[in-house]
């Protein structure tokens, strides 16, 4: 018997019938604040147990437009900066049967896909601007730092920490390296780039630029085979390259 | 009437019955070879119609699982390394029906779903290690140079589009101005990245590996109010960030 009574199953029986079945949104909505990063999540009705915001995609709306829609809700902000920086994909993620009983929503008849990957958005947000809001499920919504964030629910632990990761990356990752051989000169590096890029760099400034990155190392061969004084090989220092799958 | 002697329409037929409907998979393969990007085509069977590499996933398969296999497929390397760089989620992504006449297949039939959402990955390769490999779909699979790419099948042309954007933007986005407010200065700054990163950082490399970067704008104003000698504020330079959506 499904209790439509109850506003929560109502609630999940309309995501049935109006959104794309499999596919949810996740957010990890990130402040920065007294020198902490912060992240804003959910406590469901009438439990202690958190998780970050997230939703579903109508049937005919674009899924950026989706993120964007529940992010917005969650936060006050309208054209929020949202970059997708993974797609929780595996054939089981999380414990269904003990997330439901935790969230005490009474969900076993309705109908739903066995499996839903999870689309996960990042928002870089000024921490001053947004206005914590609850949503249909939740009685409360509010900033965590990082470091104190409590055990949550599905595997939103796990996409916190992949937000992270994914952060570090755009300071730190070097995926172009993965187009070379293992051993380059600057002047193979620098056409990598304008050709990436599509229009030309100045050689000293790029050469400033690599070499202040930290990212190179210098090998003791130098290229052989060149008409002019033969250039040194560099290699990337190990940078650590994740492969996927 | 289902054509079943068609080869195409039977593996269309077990992809609806073994795959998760709504979704599919996109794969740019990125290689650089004599100073070029190239990126791996495929060619329709009896057409002269070519689309990027793609596929499906099953229904107990991880989406990066899908994707290696997708991408080994067509490359013969394995752990190939891979990026989700975008999920291309529009609900009219490219005109169906004019499509599939293109490739000749008759599909009418199938029951398939009405929008499909694209996961975009990348590979980025050692362009001399690729052996590239038609599908069951096509008849050829060959590397073309990226200012030579023709007219290409689905939204193909965009995917690839928005993969060099992506791979430009590793080159010189700042996505983390979002979390700082318009001015700022370089402690502030380094205090950020160290937050991102977990770990403290050296003050006068630090200084010097983002001035190296071109990406900062020094105004002529310094914070007031601070004990010791105010420190200039600084901002992002025009780094054109986009909000999705």
Same mark, same amino acid.
């Given at each position: 018997?499904? /209790?439509?009574?109850?506003?929560? +199953?109502?609630?999940?029986?309309?995501?049935?019938?109006?959104? $794309?079945?499999?596919?949810?949104?996740?957010?990890?909505?990130f402040?920065f604040? @007294?020198?902490?990063?912060?992240v804003?999540?959910l406590?469901? =009705?009438?439990?202690? %147990?958190?998780?970050?915001?997230?939703?579903?995609?109508?049937?005919?709306?674009?899924? /950026?437009?989706?993120?964007?829609r529940?992010?917005?809700?969650?936060?006050?902000?309208?054209?929020?900066?949202?970059?997708?920086?993974? !797609?929780?994909? %595996?054939?089981?993620?999380?414990? @269904?049967?003990?997330?439901?009983?935790?969230?005490?929503?009474?969900?076993?008849?309705?109908?739903?896909?066995?499996?839903?990957?999870?689309l996960?958005?990042?928002?870089? !947000? %000024?921490?001053?601007? +947004?206005?914590?809001?609850?949503?249909?499920?939740?009685?409360?919504c509010r900033?965590?730092?990082?470091? %104190?964030?409590?055990?949550?629910?599905? /595997?939103?632990?796990?996409?916190?920490?992949?937000?992270?990761?994914?952060?570090?990356?755009?300071?730190?990752? @070097?995926? $172009?390296?993965?187009?070379?051989?293992? *051993?380059? *000169?600057?002047?193979?590096?620098?056409?990598?780039?304008?050709?990436?890029?599509?229009?030309?760099? /100045?050689?000293?400034?790029?050469y =400033?630029?690599?070499m202040?990155?930290?990212?190179?190392?210098?090998?003791?061969?130098?290229?052989?085979?060149?008409p002019? =004084?033969?250039?040194?090989?560099?290699?990337?220092?190990?940078?650590?390259?994740?492969?996927?799958?």
């Amino acid at each position: 018997m499904i /209790d439509y009574n109850n506003p929560a +199953v109502r609630y999940y029986q309309q995501v049935s019938d109006e959104c $794309i079945h499999y596919l949810s949104i996740d957010g990890v909505i990130f402040g920065f604040h @007294q020198n902490q990063l912060n992240v804003l999540l959910l406590r469901w =009705k009438g439990t202690n %147990e958190w998780s970050l915001p997230g939703g579903f995609i109508k049937k005919k709306e674009s899924v /950026d437009e989706a993120a964007q829609r529940v992010m917005q809700e969650r936060t006050g902000l309208d054209k929020l900066y949202l970059q997708q920086f993974h !797609v929780f994909g %595996e054939a089981t993620r999380y414990d @269904q049967e003990e997330t439901w009983r935790k969230t005490t929503i009474p969900l076993q008849h309705i109908k739903w896909s066995e499996r839903t990957i999870s689309l996960g958005y990042y928002a870089l !947000v %000024e921490h001053s601007k +947004v206005v914590p809001s609850p949503d249909f499920l939740t009685d409360e919504c509010r900033w965590w730092p990082l470091n %104190e964030i409590p055990s949550l629910l599905f /595997d939103h632990n796990h996409i916190i920490d992949v937000a992270i990761q994914s952060l570090r990356k755009q300071l730190t990752d @070097q995926p $172009i390296s993965h187009l070379l051989p293992e *051993t380059f *000169t600057i002047p193979e590096l620098q056409r990598l780039h304008e050709t990436i890029l599509g229009y030309p760099l /100045d050689a000293r400034n790029f050469y =400033k630029k690599v070499m202040a990155s930290g990212t190179l190392e210098r090998l003791s061969e130098r290229r052989a085979g060149t008409p002019h =004084k033969a250039p040194y090989l560099y290699r990337f220092a190990g940078t650590g390259h994740d492969a996927v799958g």
